[in-house]
């Protein structure tokens, strides 16, 4: 499993961690992604998921990274405090690895959620601070509220078929030292084999380049994404062998020529 820093920090991270929304694979396959590397697990307090992660990860909490996410509706200053304590048990953990604000609300001011979230952190609560669906203007603005801990993430929709952030965010992220997580990187699965959806000239591209390289059009797909330096994915599988195929996405690249090719079926 390929590791990267995460955003400008110290920390390593695998380049595939494991989503749970809508999940309900059991305690299994987040344990055999764990073992197979993909140690990030991604949940949020509107998932429903945080306990089945934290019985996943009971044991051997040192083993796993676990990113939460306060909800877009629990924005003000208490309510952000708030929400994490019950995230912390729920995952039954002391510390949350990365927490994530799920998306920007302009119901709450910025200031109040930033604030909270560095008084997490400073609590020793949160290990780092993420966002999530935050556009470049509300990332500037979130990022001139920090007083003293950065924002290391953004998570973002980005997959073969979703490659708007590669206009400007993706760039701006990277200059900026902040990880890109890119959720929902299989298109809820219809960049895998076998999908009724993926037809037409995309198609025959991945078959051609999964082919070629051996791999499935999930892996080619993954791998894609994860070609970018700064982009890790955290695809949701509730089968441990679909598990296993998507942490093989990882430990080899695509070449300049096969991207290519990605990139011209699916256009932006
Ligand atoms: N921040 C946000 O706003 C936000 C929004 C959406 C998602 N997310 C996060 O991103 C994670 C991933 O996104 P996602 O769950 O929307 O979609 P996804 O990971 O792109 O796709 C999940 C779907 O693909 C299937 N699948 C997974 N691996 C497969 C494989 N190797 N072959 C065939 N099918 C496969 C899964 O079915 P099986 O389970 O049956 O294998 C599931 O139906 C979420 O779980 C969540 O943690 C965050």
């Not at 994915?233 to 990882?250: F, L």
């Amino acid at each position: 499993m390929e590791m990267k820093r995460l955003g400008s920090t110290d920390a390593i991270v695998p380049e595939i961690g494991l989503g749970t929304w809508r999940y309900s694979g059991g305690v299994e396959p987040l344990r055999r992604g764990i073992e197979l590397g993909a140690f990030l697990i991604d949940t949020a307090e509107g998932y429903n998921t945080e306990d089945i992660v934290g019985e996943a990860i009971s044991g051997i909490p040192d083993r796993a990274f676990i990113a939460t996410k306060v909800s877009g509706r629990h924005l003000s200053y208490d309510a952000v405090l708030r929400a994490a304590e019950d995230s912390l048990l729920r995952l039954g953990v002391d510390c949350i690895d990365l927490y994530q604000v799920h998306w920007p609300n302009p119901v709450y001011p910025i200031s109040e959620t930033m604030h909270a979230m560095e008084e997490l952190a400073d609590r020793g609560l949160v290990k780092f601070i993420g966002v999530s669906n935050f556009s470049i203007a509300e990332l500037q603005e979130a990022l001139a509220l920090m007083r003293h801990h950065p924002i290391v993430s953004n998570q973002m929709l980005y997959n073969l078929k979703r490659r708007e952030i590669e206009i400007e965010l993706l760039p701006y992220c990277e200059e900026h030292g902040i990880t890109v997580m890119a959720y929902t990187p299989l298109d809820d699965g219809s960049l895998a084999a076998g999908s009724r959806f993926l037809k037409g000239r995309g198609m025959k591209a991945l078959e051609r380049i999964a082919s070629e390289t051996g791999k499935t059009p999930a892996q080619v797909a993954l791998n894609w994404c994860t070609a970018s330096p700064n982009v890790i994915v955290i695809p949701k599988s509730n089968s441990t062998e679909r598990t296993e195929e998507n942490c093989e996405a990882s430990g080899w690249r695509l070449s300049d020529a096969q991207i290519k090719i990605l990139n011209d079926a699916f256009p932006l």
